[in-house]
């Protein structure tokens, strides 16, 4: 159980470094941009984070933990793929 916390706490704490460097990419934009840019992101990861609730739990209640757990390591795998392959501009 207290592997379990340790694990919660550190998922916990990468979120939200994520959401923080997130929006301080945003915040470098031009003031007449960063209005709509943080608008759209926030509504994507509200909207990310709603369907992943879904998701989770009817991959649970029909497949079990099983079905849950590769669902989150296909999900994982597809976005380390795209930020693999994502283009960067110099």
Not at 40 to 61: E, H, P, R
Not at 74 to 89: M, N, S, V, Y
Request: net charge positive; hydrophobic share 55%.
């Amino acid at each position: 159980m207290p592997l379990l916390a340790l694990a919660a706490i550190a998922l916990d704490a990468a979120v939200q470094a994520n959401q923080v460097l997130s929006q301080r990419v945003v915040y470098t934009l031009s003031s007449e941009a960063r209005g709509r840019v943080n608008a759209t992101y926030m509504t994507v990861v509200f909207l990310c984070g709603a369907v992943g609730s879904i998701l989770g739990s009817l991959s649970f209640v029909d497949g079990g933990w099983w079905i849950t757990t590769l669902i989150g390591i296909a999900l994982c795998g597809a976005a380390t793929i795209l930020f693999a392959t994502e283009k960067r501009g110099h």
